[in-house]
């Protein structure tokens, strides 16, 4: 069901609460290292100003367990917006209490300010009602922009739509748009590539693309447990033992449903997890004892960047190995390169590859980064996100 997004309700005159994703690293001197998340917000706002709204911000950042504490102000974000949009964004001192609220009630058409961090309260993460009512009791309508919390029935994701209307802005509008398509309605060969750490983290997501996808090709840590499965040896490479049994199931069910399931046939493997190893290249099912693998090998690389490049719509979730040596990076960025030279829908599902595609410099030659990690990956489950669900249909 389509969601309401921005463009269908007037904002004009009106207070507009909007959830943001501004959870940016500071450092010790609580300098902001990366905006990216600040920048993405920019379209909805700008929007909002544009068209007369009185704008009402608000996000959580950090983990402050339900407390006022400095170290997580929000003091920094609303410093540099008021760079970016070029204007003033005042601050709350609080969330729901006299400054934000006096604040609020002085804005003029077209003004924006920030709310104090929301996990201030610990009634945010709780859901509380009677604190997301205090929250919506100073707008008329809501937005949520924040794809990376939609996961989380949270009071300022799921809480607030119950006192008013409630839309989408332009990030979560492109997420849904982008992903859902892609995952109800895929343009073929549809191709899915999997990897980081666990079989255990991507149980659902593998469950579900494989009733969608024409092939998965699986990767990173995870990669090992099903060489295990096929009877490989696999020296000291990371394996979750509980899971040979499932990874057999899974291959099964790949089988059964007509999905080819592509694992490497060649891995890079170090005699220690770190950059400066001895590093050899061998045969997946022949990892030797003392060594374990750490990427994928050159030949698999050149497999995996074929099934890419034939692909009209693919998705990627998981690093190829330990991107962050850069001894075992090249697994990893010949994928990167493969989806930016991919003529199809291309789209990176958040956490990890996010950071790799960024770190590489192809993020601006694929379709779509998602904002999300853990809500990217739900969503790839095929679980409703309640921050979505909760949002008014078209």
């Excluded at 009733?211 to 699986?218: F, G, N, Q, R, S």
């Excluded at 994928?296 to 190995?321: D, H, L």
Aim: proline share 4%; hydrophobic share 40%; net charge negative.
């Amino acid at each position: 069901m389509a969601k309401k997004t921005i463009e269908d309700v007037s904002v004009s005159g009106k207070r507009v609460l909007v959830r943001c994703d501004f959870n940016v690293p500071l450092d010790a001197n609580k300098r902001i290292t990366d905006e990216k998340r600040i920048v993405g917000a920019l379209p909805t706002i700008e929007y909002l100003v544009k068209n007369n709204a009185k704008v009402i911000l608000c996000s959580h950042l950090g983990r402050p367990k339900g407390e006022f504490n400095d170290k997580y102000s929000l003091a920094p974000v609303a410093a540099r917006l008021a760079q970016l949009l070029q204007k003033e964004v005042p601050l709350a001192a609080d969330v729901i209490g006299p400054s934000a609220k006096g604040l609020a009630s002085a804005l003029k058409d077209g003004d924006v300010m920030l709310l104090e961090n929301l996990r201030f309260h610990k009634e945010e993460e709780k859901n509380d009602p009677a604190f997301a009512k205090e929250l919506a009791s100073m707008a008329d309508l809501y937005v949520n922009d924040a794809f990376g919390t939609a996961h989380r029935a949270h009071a300022s994701t799921e809480g607030v739509t119950h006192y008013l209307p409630a839309v989408a802005g332009y990030l979560i509008q492109k997420e849904i748009e982008i992903m859902g398509k892609a995952l109800d309605n895929p343009e073929r060969p549809f191709v899915a590539i999997l990897g980081g750490a666990k079989v255990s983290d991507k149980i659902g997501v593998i469950n579900n693309l494989l009733e969608k996808v024409d092939a998965l090709l699986i990767g990173g840590g995870m990669a090992y447990t099903f060489q295990k499965a096929l009877g490989g040896q696999i020296g000291n490479s990371l394996l979750e033992a509980d899971k040979v049994e499932l990874a057999k199931e899974l291959m099964a069910k790949a089988a059964s449903k007509g999905v080819r399931l592509l694992l490497p046939v060649d891995n890079e493997a170090g005699d220690s997890f770190s950059n400066d190893s001895l590093h050899i290249t061998v045969h997946s099912q022949d990892i030797p004892d003392g060594f374990e693998g750490l990427d994928i090998g050159p030949k698999t690389q050149i497999i995996f960047s074929a099934e890419i490049s034939r692909a009209k719509t693919v998705i990627w979730n998981g690093p190829m190995g330990v991107f962050e040596f850069d001894s075992y990076a090249q697994g990893t960025r010949a994928i990167a390169r493969a989806m930016a030279e991919c003529d199809g829908t291309t789209i990176v599902g958040g956490g990890d590859s996010a950071a790799a595609i960024e770190l590489m410099g192809y993020a601006k030659r694929v379709s779509h980064v998602s904002t999300g990690g853990g809500a990217s990956l739900e969503y790839m489950e095929g679980i409703e996100l309640p921050g979505v669900a909760a949002l008014n249909d078209k």
